[in-house]
């Protein structure tokens, strides 16, 4: 008998080493992959440098066409980074919070709503525009509120949360192509749903930066209260855990990335459904590991998009929203019929 408990022991032990080393592997090739496609992205367009140039002007010394791609393509870079590991993490953090692995911001009307608010203010108050990113995450609020409420029914189906957020958003949709109709302007209201990051500044990305950071830290910070919430809600009750209250300030961080990252860059929808799924399946899904992993993913394909959007078609332009929106479809049709557990 004790023999074979030293044998679990160790085979334990090995498992937990592979899985580790897996992950390991995983950040270190995708630290690689991202470093690589950032160069690339930089590089495309009619002003092209080398990798020793491209060093140089940025750490040492003035190189006036390394200062111009940092100038008209690092903020578009910075954007679409900071973007995808907010919109990642908030997919985490949603699927963590209700228990679905088809929660996405974008499908369950959060972006809806972040954006609507933000048009509203825009048209109502143009002068107002430094706080659009805060009229965006009450627009958030409000989308999860209403999704949360309409969808519970002596409790929470997956199917039913997403169906409502589909609704939901759909109305919040309507509401912008209205305004947009009325206004009669289809340039700058247009873009915040089109996800159009064309013309984005560095005055775009301090925007953003702030709130993404701040987020992403603090999701970092709950990511152990994530893993409890994956156990029944009587375990984790049991384990000391005030469910409800974990739920409400995980729920708000989340909200806080998709609001913000769709004040600045539009709706994307699919990259929260994509990114937490991959991160599974390559890191597990222990949150201290997956939120992380998430990040870095999310802005690499985020990027990734973007990137193949500006040069498939050059010099015309498909907006990233488009390219995963193309790629998300399928992949979320895949998931539904991957379990039979959603229409339950």
């Known amino acids: ?22 992950s390991a592997l995983a950040f270190a090739l995708l630290a690689l992959m991202l470093v690589a496609l950032v160069f690339a992205s930089a590089n495309i367009g009619s002003l092209r440098v080398g990798v020793g140039q491209m060093f140089r002007g940025l750490f040492l010394e003035y190189d006036a066409d390394v200062y111009t791609i940092f100038d008209l393509r690092f903020p578009r870079i910075a954007i679409s ?44 108050a143009p002068g107002m525009y430094a706080f659009s990113p805060l009229f965006a995450c009450l627009g958030g609020v409000v989308a999860f509120a209403l999704v949360y409420a309409l969808s519970w029914k002596g409790g929470l ?22 305004v947009d109709d009325i206004s009669g302007s289809s340039s700058s209201v247009a873009s915040i749903v089109e996800g159009n990051i064309t013309q984005m500044s ?19 910070i709950v990511s152990g209260r994530c893993n409890l919430l994956a156990l029944e809600d009587k375990t984790a009750r049991g384990l000391g855990m005030n469910v409800y209250r974990q739920r409400l300030i995980i729920s708000f961080i989340a909200v806080i990335l998709a609001s913000i990252s769709t004040a600045v860059v539009g709706s994307i929808s699919f990259l929260g459904l994509i990114v937490p799924h991959l991160g599974r399946l390559l890191v597990g899904s222990e949150h ?5 992993f998430s990040m870095m993913l999310g802005a690499f394909i985020f990027l990734g998009a973007d990137t193949i959007g500006r040069s498939i078609a050059y010099p015309y332009e498909i907006s990233a929203s488009v390219i995963m929106c193309i790629v998300g ?12 557990s959603y229409g339950k």
Do not use: H
């Open 288 to 292: 201290g590991k997956l939120i992380p």
């Open 202 to 220: 560095w005055d775009d990305a301090k925007t953003l930066a702030p709130y993404v950071i701040i987020g992403l830290i603090s999701a970092s």
């Open 157 to 178: 189906s997956p199917l039913r949360i997403i169906l409502v957020g589909i609704a939901i958003d759909a109305f919040f949709t309507g509401l912008v192509n209205a």
């Open 1 to 22: 008998m004790e023999g074979n408990s030293v044998r679990i022991e160790r085979k334990d032990y090995e498992t937990q080493r592979k899985k580790a080393a897996r």
């Open 329 to 340: 479809g399928p992949f979320f049709v895949f998931m539904l019929r991957r379990s039979n």
């Open 81 to 124: 980074l900071l973007a995808g590991a907010a919109f990642s993490v908030a997919g985490v953090l949603f699927q963590a919070v209700l228990k679905n692995p088809l929660a996405d911001p974008g499908i369950i009307g959060i972006s809806g709503g972040a954006g609507c608010f933000s048009i509203l203010l825009l048209c109502v």
